[in-house]
């Protein structure tokens, strides 16, 4: 899967879950991948280098 | 059932609860209050002659044949008219009445031509029926009526004719436009003796009218003045088979008229709970394309696309797409395959196709068209209330007071709904349209909104959020209801949230372009105003924030107590007739039946049980996902029934970049569509009148779907309906399936499923139709839900943050286009294009308002190049004021056109929705077809041949 947009996929759920706090957005972020992506996009996601993700979406990707 | 038609009250019923006794012809009769002495008459099995009266239209008392005489009332009154008293003494036939109705009918019979044996209505016909009834022997003013005879048949309606010589001017062609379809298309011109019914102005045919082709008035015609001419040519039906229609989410049910195995027309079913006897252009006519010459009956395999087609037989074509499968499974895994199901197939088709993808093919990657149309209102309602369905039954509306239609053209995409809605309106409810576009809700005949708030596209989740801060800080907010009934802490939470300046009407008017005082305004009314009702489509969902629209929404009708009774609720209106369907029974790939989680081991269990196979308890691939797999490499097949997802689905180069890298693309459909161009195998498919089955309509109201002839992909006899084709691909990959009949899959599904345990064949047989959930709680079906409480225990209230589209505007593209319906076509255009609707639309157009246009040159009908940053096409402009300044719309129902070249992959956040409502473009002149336009008409001849059978040795 291409990680661009696996990137940005991840990037558009955490920003949805912004308004709800950090911590929140962490959690609900790492939850909606854990619920909708297929183990591949999983598995890609968690092999990216963390330091091109978003915070948010590094931290959710750290919790899966 | 024979050929009959549907008995006829003569007028509406009242509804009331309170009875009243009377005696008609020395018969006592107990009947609701406010029924008419007719439709009293009708109930005892009696049956007074009429001719102006219909049981769907409100009493005229024009044609004066039916009048009574009452004791103790004076003269003769129309009994359509007069209503019940208690004790009232009526008697409908004496020598006097015999005598005044033979009048009557000498009248009308010395103006109307006596050929009844050469007549298309001949024994079909109620002036013949009252002729005889009134006991008419002879017409003392012969037979040269002055008025109505020799004129011309105006033909120019594509499905039937106007014929005025055999016009009796009973009206009931003009009320039924007015009442029950709601266009005032048909007038009646001049007076008396001459008056004449007349379809739009002076000079104008059906065709140029305002006449949307409904069918109420051929079917309200008691003469063969309107008649279908499927009638003429071929003579009356013989029998009749009740089904459900295929095309929209509406679900009307119809009346199958047939001669032998021949349709010779559809009418709909009185019966009916979605539509009441009423239908739309599409439903009522265009089936013509299930007997199209492009029908492909014969399967047909070739190893690569490059290829010509080759037919082959049934066993040939199974084995060798079984073959094919089970060598990519040992090769690349099972990950490597995937399905998508049906949203036009039926519940139990499409529950098979889960089946083999899940259990046969051992992947969860199995995905629907609701993908691309309805994923965020199955996100956004399980979320906040815990069912991912709309809460009402349709007739719902007629209980609203304050309607709110947002991205959604119900007369358009749910005509049939819609002409619900406008009885509403014209009722006096009041209209708030939330649409960039002004639809035609927004001003027609007899309706007009409150408030049209013509919004920026992709400002959805801003102009909700705005109306939230007004109900909240205006203190209109519903609190009893808020405190009993939902979560109050995430209430709070965001009624702070919304609160905040930054979200007021005032400071967001930059972003949505909606007056702030016209915001205010219509959100007060929706809080104030009675019962609110919110109707909505794919204008909130095809959005990057698609999902928070719905729960926008949901937050607003719980803040407003607007949910758990009728009258309110909030509606999704359904795209295609089985949507609702697909995904209730676990078309999803993270969700099996009845929207419960792949990763829950508890319904896992109760289906490894069932099927005895493990399934995986990881989500699989949505559509989008699979395209981009099948491009890395890692998705290999795939099996679609029934969906065109080269045009229908957004960025068509992506989509065909994705196909192409595929080693077995098989589908299954009526016609080689556009996504065939890539296939390895094609099966052909079966239409809804020669299969049985279930569709579940947007109101969750599941109805039988009755076959009315034999599958066309067969010698006859031998054809297959699809779920036997899925039957036989699972069997010819070793699964062993034994189903003999649907009513078979539906009760697996019924062990399944909860909301569907009290569901089968034989009881929707009984009760004509149900609503899920059915089961022990709610044994009758569920009208409205969320009535003592939400499926989840409290609502759930979200912050919804309006978070911008990434597709932006700029001096490229500075544009926004929208896409969407018309009335006369459906979806992308595979069944409507292959009937005589293409009358009404033969091309995709692009709306530009004039300002636009005339910055660019542009004039009404000339050719334009569309262009984004992923594709570009040409079609003709119209020059139109319904689309605001910077927007431009149109469809997508032909290929030819195929818009979605133009569209992006963006998609909504939680469910990859696509963003088919936003797309910057831009607009200049042209003088011709696209390049890719004229490459994908060659690659689209190249890939559609077929190699002629070799001569048999």
Known sequence: ?64 | MGYEPQADFGTPETGAAETVRLTIDGREVSVPAGTSVMRAAALSGGSIPKLCASDNLAAFGSCRLCLVEIEGVKGTPASCTTPVAGGMRVQTQTPRLQKLRRGVMELYISDHPLDCLTCSANNDCELQDQAAAVGLRDVRYGYEGANHLGETTDTSNPYFDFDPSKCIVCSRCVRACDEVQGTFALTLDGRGFASKVSAGQAGDDFLSSECVSCGACVQACPTATLQEKAIVAIGKPERAVVTTCAYCGVGCTFRAEMRGEQLVRMVPWKDGKANHGHSCVKGRFAWGYAQHRDRVTSPMIRDSIDQPWREVSWDEALAFTAAKLNAIKAQHGASALGGITSSRCTNEETFLVQKLVRAGFGTNNVDTCARVCHSPTGYGLKTTFGTSAGTQDFDSVMQADVIIVMGANPTDAHPVFASQMKRRLRQGAKLIVIDPRRIDLVRSPHIEAAHHLALQPGTNVAVLTAMAHVVVTEGLAEETFIRERCDVDEYEDWARFVSEDRHSPEVLEAVTRVPAAELRAAARLYATGGNGAIYYGLGVTEHSQGSSTVMAIANLAMATGNIGRPGVGVNPLRGQNNVQGACDMGSFPHELTGYRHISDAATRALFEGEWGVALDSEPGLRIPNMLDAAIDGSFRAIYIQGEDILQSDPNTHHVAAGLSAMDCVIVHDLFLNETANYAHVFLPGSTFLEKDGTFTNAERRIQLVRKVMEPANGPNGQGFEDWQVTQALANAMGLGWDYRHPREIMDEIARLTPTFAGVSHARLEEVGSLQWPVNEANPEGSPIMHVDGFVRGKGKFVVTDYVPTDEKTGPRYPLLLTTGRILSQYNVGAQTRRTANVVWHHEDVLEIHPSDAENRGLKAGDRVRLASRKGETALRAEVTDRVAPGVVYTTFHHPETQANVVTTEFSDWATNCPEYKVTAVQVSPSNGPSDWQEDYAELSARSRRIAPAEAAE
């Open chain 1, 1 to 64: 899967m291409e990680i661009e947009r696996l990137r940005y996929m991840a990037d558009q759920i955490a920003r949805n879950f912004a308004a709800q706090g950090e911590a929140e957005a962490v959690a609900a972020t790492a939850e909606h991948i854990r619920l909708y992506w297929d183990p591949r996009m999983k598995a890609a996601i968690l092999a990216d280098d963390r330091a091109a993700l978003s915070p948010v979406v590094a931290a959710a990707v750290d919790r899966l």
